[in-house]
T-cell receptor, first 114, second 114 residues
């Protein structure tokens, strides 16, 4: 059974600071997603990571994947208030085949303060 | 292009009532799935489908039924609503096959069972 654990679950940051959210998972998987969710809204796709060593960047967010360590990170650079949201990692394809059945981490609630 | 459309957005049910949450996608995706989101628990998979006529259970299937008669539609039925089914429900769809395909989510249905 695939387990996905995120930490921290709560993150309070000052604007301008850097921080990293970690996503650990228990078995091999076909692909890893990072999503953002604003309060009362749906999930917005940020990144899809497929292979070991994959790194993707969009604005102040950068995601990486280490399949050997079963670890993905979401790094936030010079945080701004607009990044305040809940961030989820999710994996598809436990055992190596994707079927559109995602296993989610618990989510990290990020609050960026002035 | 509407993407994934869920109806209704909000619903209040009495214990024991039944209802169907609708989900439709217009992207010709093979994979569709239903999740529930509860505070502090991320999203959990209820049922999923890899194509018309094919469905399977996810992590928390009890009390829910699904069917997939067409590629576009994947309704979720609550047979006899219970307060424990109070949650936010999301439908998602994604493409079959290899590659960095993202999973698209509907806007969610907020269900309260009293």
């Amino acid at each position: 059974e695939l387990k996905v654990e995120q930490n921290p679950l709560f993150l309070s940051m000052q604007e301008g600071k850097n921080y990293t959210i970690y996503c650990n998972y228990s078995t091999t998987s076909d692909r890893l997603y990072w999503y953002r969710q604003d309060p009362g809204k749906s999930l917005e796709s940020l990144f899809v990571l497929l292979s070991n060593g994959a790194v993707k960047q969009e604005g102040r967010l950068m995601a990486s994947l280490d399949t050997k360590a079963r670890l993905s990170t979401l790094h936030i650079t010079a945080a701004v208030h607009d990044l305040s949201a809940t961030y989820f990692c999710a994996l598809d394809g436990a055992g190596g085949t994707s079927y559109g059945k995602l296993t989610f981490g618990q989510g990290t609630i990020l609050t960026v303060h002035p | 292009n509407a993407g994934v459309t869920q109806t209704p957005k909000f619903q209040v049910l009495k214990t024991g009532q039944s209802m169907t949450l609708q989900c439709a996608q217009d992207m010709n995706h093979e994979y569709m799935s239903w999740y529930r989101q509860d505070p502090g628990m991320g999203l959990r998979l209820i049922h999923y489908s890899v194509g018309a006529g094919i469905t399977d259970q996810g992590e928390v299937p009890n009390g829910y039924n699904v069917s997939r008669s067409t590629t576009e539609d994947f309704p979720l039925r609550l047979l006899s609503a219970a307060p424990s089914q109070t949650s936010v429900y999301f439908c998602a769809s994604s493409e079959q096959g290899a590659g960095a395909t993202e999973a698209f989510f509907g806007q969610g249905t907020r269900l309260t069972v009293v």
